[in-house]
């Protein structure tokens, strides 16, 4: 089973920046897309960023330009850089795999960006 922690959220300002990370456990991580996901009060868990193995990346239109996904396989290791951050930005982060792995949802990471 798929074992996924989240780390590096916090409170930031507007235009503020942070780093999150994403540990994974087993060897498939190597083979899957990978996804950053976020959720916010009242609202549907949404697919903010992916990447496949071999490096494929979209993003959501909302975080295009402010926000970068990467990989690290050797460390089995997710990434999402974000800039600029906006207050509308605020939510738990996750990370998964596309399609999502099942019973594999860790906490998630909270981010809020607020003055």
């Known amino acids: 089973q798929v074992q996924l922690v989240e780390s590096g959220g916090g409170l930031v300002q507007p235009g503020g920046s942070l780093r999150l990370s994403c540990t994974t456990s087993g060897n498939i991580f190597k083979i899957a897309t990978m996804g950053w996901y976020r959720q916010s009060p009242g609202k549907q868990r949404e697919l903010v960023a992916s990447i496949s193995y071999d490096g494929f990346i979209d993003y959501l239109d909302s975080v295009k330009g402010r926000f970068t996904i990467s990989r690290d396989n050797a460390k089995n290791t997710l990434y999402l850089q974000m800039n600029y951050l906006k207050p509308e930005d605020t939510a738990v982060y996750y990370c998964?795999?596309?399609?999502?792995?099942?019973?594999?949802w860790g906490q998630g990471t909270q981010v809020t960006v607020s003055s």
């Open positions: 998964n795999g596309i399609p999502t792995f099942q019973d594999a």
